[in-house]
């Protein structure tokens, strides 16, 4: 089994493969298999979310490229960027991971928030592409003190869309912490 102790810049030739979904590239400790077939463990420091495109060496000093594996989102585009914007600010009060792009963002597919998407007026479309969402104003160690939506942990999201919240958006469950933060 490769064991991967390290994030690296570059490297000149690339000897295997990793893909795999969002919420496997926050964890720092993870059995996972390569593209390949070989077996792998993850060994990373705590807080590093793997990338699509970033760069591992093993122990035994062999190179993994890591992939972002296509999982279902949700992709909503607006005609203009006050919607972009309106919507950017609803899903970021229920601490949705997002990705945006140019006229576009990106979460892990929620009916509940597709259906509140599509009432500020953006179309929501239901699809299989790679997830990669924004860091975050706090993505170094930054703690809620109850389960840690950043990525500063190995199970980064533990409330978000369909991740182990029965289903629920973050906002649509009750919980008694208070965000001295800002938001």
């Known amino acids: 089994m490769l064991t991967i102790t390290q994030r690296i810049a570059d490297a000149p030739t690339?000897?295997?493969?990793?893909?795999l979904p969002f919420d496997l590239r926050c964890r720092s400790r993870l059995r996972a298999q390569l593209?390949?077939?070989?077996?792998?463990?993850l060994y990373l420091s705590r807080g590093e979310v793997l990338r699509g495109g970033d760069l591992l060496r093993a122990?035994?000093?062999?190179v993994i490229r890591?992939?972002?594996?296509?999982?279902?989102?949700?992709?909503?585009?607006?005609?203009?960027?006050?919607?972009?914007?309106?919507?950017c600010y609803h899903l970021g009060?229920?601490?949705?991971?997002l990705q945006v792009g140019p006229?576009?963002?990106?979460?892990?597919?929620?009916h509940v928030l597709d259906v509140m998407v599509r009432a500020l007026g953006l179309a929501v479309v239901d699809?299989?592409?790679?997830?990669?969402?924004?860091?975050?104003?706090?993505?170094?160690?930054?703690?809620?003190?109850?389960g840690d939506h950043g990525y500063s942990h190995d199970s980064s999201l533990d409330h978000g869309p369909g991740q182990g919240d029965g289903g629920q958006a973050h906002g649509a469950h009750a919980h008694s912490h208070t965000h001295g933060h800002g938001h």
């Open 14 to 19: 690339v000897q295997g493969q990793l893909t």
């Open 35 to 41: 593209d390949d077939g070989r077996e792998a463990a």
């Open 59 to 62: 122990e035994d000093g062999a």
């Open 66 to 87: 890591v992939v972002a594996a296509p999982e279902r989102v949700s992709t909503a585009t607006a005609p203009d960027s006050l919607l972009l914007s309106r919507a």
């Open 93 to 97: 009060n229920r601490h949705v991971a």
């Open 103 to 110: 006229g576009w963002l990106r979460y892990l597919h929620d």
């Open 127 to 146: 699809e299989q592409a790679p997830f990669e969402p924004e860091p975050g104003a706090y993505a170094a160690g930054h703690s809620h003190g109850h």
